[in-house]
């Protein structure tokens, strides 16, 4: 049987009145829906609630789905120990995800549970459908630090197997929006805040989910959204169908967002197949610069095979003829996958600096796993040729779209590449390079730049 309804929801403790104390009267909208989900949830009778939390276990390569037969929880830490749970596991599902996971090559499981106490991302939600409602299981699943696409599979994947058992099940998307939407918040404001929750509440509310892949990852993080991940897994169980979608509320008074909205299957729709039209548009072929073409044909060689090209003879001359420093970069879904690369040249031309740092980036960048042969079709590669770089006198000198930095302290230096998505000012610029040479931020340095250009 497929999804019954989703419900996309916030978490935010306060809404509960033991915990607000009055405080929550000024969210009363929120209170409502939360009210209206709950007696809509009530009706439909599920057998198991999926719930995804972004305050359960989470990892930044792995979706941990909570194992074990029942967990518990309960309001201490918010100042209501009175308010507790004592919640019941459907094994059958979690296993069911577990196994099929592992044929999708979905990297999702059991392994790895930090904290057997239900979050407050889970437990919200519970305490309103507990009020309605006894009669049911639970799966928790936390969010990762995966891929978009990868959470819309998870999501994908949660619906196959539903509709394999014949559960009675509904998907509960736990997460609030920006965090940063007024001055006097908690989180203070940022102009991302308030586009980021007009922009998700459109998005929902037309159940128009192709359109939550176009989020970029730094936009997300400057507007300290939460629940996004969440969302798009809860997408990904209605993927091939028509949706009827309903907003129901909508706040930020308290300087943090909380948007609730249900969404009910109408029946199989071809042209809602997301994941594939995403993928489509990420489907990298040659590239017609002779540079990337190089570093392409460079890692694939090495992943495919485990051997490095020789340099082509029919390349660009200046690719023969010139020696400099070069960088590899390599993104999958619009996420870093890998970047190395020299600052001055070690190689007898440019080209031979390309075939070896595109095998390097692929499979030594230590903040990575290496490549695999079934992620080559993704992956996005750059190529940036530095200049020399030059002494300046001061940060004065540098401009965060024209030039990259080095900062060096001793024998500790760092780089950061020019024109970043994410990287808007000077002082990020130098921030970053130093976090990556590992010199704390009081610590003097001495800088350089360069220039590059940029192959895509």
Request: hydrophobic letters at 40%; proline letters at 5%.
């Amino acid at each position: 049987m497929p999804i019954l309804a989703a419900f996309m929801v916030p978490h935010p403790p306060l809404i509960v009145p033991m915990i607000g104390r009055g405080s929550e009267e000024q969210v009363r909208d929120t209170i409502r829906a939360y009210e209206r989900v709950a007696d809509e949830i009530a009706a439909l009778k599920p057998e198991t609630i999926i719930i995804t939390s972004p305050h359960a276990t989470m990892y930044a390569d792995y979706f941990h789905v909570s194992p074990g037969r029942a967990a518990q929880g309960s309001f201490a830490s918010f100042g209501a120990d009175e308010i507790r749970f004592q919640e019941t596991y459907d094994e059958e599902l979690t296993a069911r995800i577990t196994r099929l996971a592992e044929q999708w090559k979905i990297e999702a499981g059991t392994l790895g549970e930090r904290d057997r106490q239900l979050d407050h991302g889970t437990m919200v939600p519970l305490w309103f459908i507990r009020q309605k409602y006894q009669d049911f299981k639970i799966v928790r699943i936390g969010l990762s630090g995966l891929p978009l696409a990868d959470h819309y599979k998870l999501g994908m994947l949660i619906r196959e197997v539903t509709e394999s058992t014949g559960r009675r099940a509904v998907f509960v998307a736990s997460g609030d929006l920006s965090h940063k939407l007024q001055k006097y918040g908690p989180y203070g404001f940022a102009k991302e805040g308030p586009e980021y929750d007009k922009r998700i509440m459109d998005v929902c509310g037309r159940a128009a989910f192709s359109e939550l892949f176009d989020f970029d990852e730094s936009f997300c993080e400057k507007a300290a959204e939460c629940g996004h991940r969440s969302f798009v897994i809860m997408a990904g169980a209605l993927d091939a169908t028509a949706v009827e979608a309903t907003v129901l509320s909508h706040e930020d008074v308290t300087g943090v967002g909380y948007g609730i909205c249900t969404f009910y299957p109408q029946g199989p729709d071809e042209q809602r197949h997301f994941l594939d039209r995403y993928l489509q548009k990420w489907s990298h072929e040659m590239s017609q610069d002779a540079y990337v073409n190089l570093a392409r044909k460079s890692l694939e060689s090495y992943i495919l095979r485990g051997e490095t090209i020789s340099v082509p003879s029919d390349l660009p001359a200046e690719m023969l003829e010139t020696r400099a420093g070069a960088f590899v970069s390599i993104h999958k879904f619009g996420k870093l996958r890998g970047c190395i690369g020299t600052i001055l040249p070690t190689e007898k031309n440019v080209a031979k600096e390309i075939i070896e740092n595109a095998i390097s980036a692929s499979t030594r960048d230590p903040r990575f796993d290496p490549v695999e042969a079934d992620e080559l079709k993704w992956l996005e590669i750059n190529v940036d040729v530095l200049s020399e770089p030059e002494d300046i006198a001061s940060a004065a000198e540098l401009d965060v779209k024209k030039y990259g930095v080095i900062v060096t302290n001793g024998m500790r230096r760092g780089l950061l590449l020019p024109d970043l998505d994410g990287v808007d000012t000077v002082e990020e610029q130098i921030s970053i390079a130093k976090q990556k040479a590992g010199i704390y931020p009081d610590e003097p340095v001495s800088l350089q730049r360069f220039e590059v250009i940029r192959h895509v």
